[in-house]
């Protein structure tokens, strides 16, 4: 079997956040399924540059960023964090994953670490595990610079994304989900919510607002310019899609909901109807995301 041109790309399924994008990305590089420029390039789709710096003295010995120099350092220095401590698999298997907190879920997380604290603000970090000594464990969390030096600037310019890394005290403990349940789960969810949401009568107050379909595909649209790499698995990505979905689906419904019902009760039941979609999307996707890192090593 023949495998995919270097940096072909599936060009049907958005990234919801730079950990997601920055993790298949660089998992694909690391498994020579994908190039750096691939990488950067898929990078350069949530903010025009990117830097990483060290957290911590026990970071920078990891990776070899620089340090007590703090200084924020350039795209390339990022490529030489995530080798580093992604070292030279023997395994065949992923050095990279994926963390999506939220509170009271900080399951992968390192507690009582200032990785912790961070990567739950952001609701997202991407965790990097040294194939040799589970002790060389990093954690990178991103974040959005802007350029507001300007006093005329309204609203200030995106200016890079950085990435802090931290270490920590071993590698975490990722719980494994099954795709096949995740995309149940998420169908069941689906159309639970539709139920319910069907039975208290939302959009059909009179409320004049947009159709809500073409509300939900303006939210998809904004987000396809963010790729995954082959050798992506179908199913996952349809999952990642199904999941994306949703997603925007849940954002439509939820403003909806305060405008198109008629009472208090009726918000409150679409509201606690959208609840239990969120946390199936968020399962879907780490189970998508589990088979997209496994499979570039599978080649």
């Known amino acids: 079997m023949t495998g995919p041109v270097q940096g072909e790309q599936l060009d049907c399924e958005p990234m919801w956040c730079p950990s997601a994008t920055l993790s298949v990305w660089a ?3 690391l498994a020579g399924e994908a190039a750096p420029d691939d990488l950067l390039d898929a990078l350069s789709c949530w903010a025009p540059a990117q830097s990483v710096t060290a957290y911590d003295a026990v970071a920078a010995g990891h990776t070899g960023l620089p340090w007590p120099d703090i200084d924020d350092t350039g795209v390339i220095s990022l490529l030489q964090t995530l080798r580093t401590a992604a070292g030279r698999s023997s395994t065949g298997t992923p050095s990279i994953s ?4 939220i509170p009271g879920d900080a399951r992968g997380l390192a507690p ?9 603000s952001a609701g997202e970090a991407v965790i990097v595990t040294h194939p040799d000594d589970p002790g060389l464990a990093v954690g990178l969390v991103p974040e959005f610079e802007y350029d507001d030096s300007d006093g005329e600037l309204v609203i200030p310019e995106l200016a890079a994304l950085s990435w802090t890394v931290y270490s920590l005290p071993g590698a975490p403990v990722i719980d494994h989900i099954e795709l096949g349940e995740a995309e149940y789960e998420l169908r069941r969810a689906v159309r639970s919510a539709a139920d319910t949401l069907t039975a208290i009568g ?13 509300m939900v595909e303006q939210l998809l649209e904004s987000a396809r310019h963010h790729q995954v790499p082959e050798p992506a698995p179908s199913r996952a990505v349809r999952v990642l899609e199904n999941a994306a979905h949703v997603d925007a689906i849940i954002t439509v ?17 679409a509201t606690d109807a959208l609840r239990p979609l969120a946390a199936v999307v968020r399962s879907a996707r780490m189970a998508a995301l589990s088979a997209i890192l496994q499979a570039a090593w599978q080649r």
Request: hydrophobic content about 40%; aromatic content about 4%.
């Open 27 to 29: 998992n694909a590089w």
């Open 98 to 101: 994926v963390v999506l907190p």
């Open 112 to 120: 009582g670490t200032q990785f912790e604290a961070d990567a739950m």
């Open 202 to 214: 939302l959009g059909s107050t009179g409320v004049d607002v947009d159709d809500p379909r073409a």
């Open 253 to 269: 419904t939820a403003g909806l909901s305060r405008i198109g019902t008629q009472s208090l009760s009726q918000a409150q039941i």
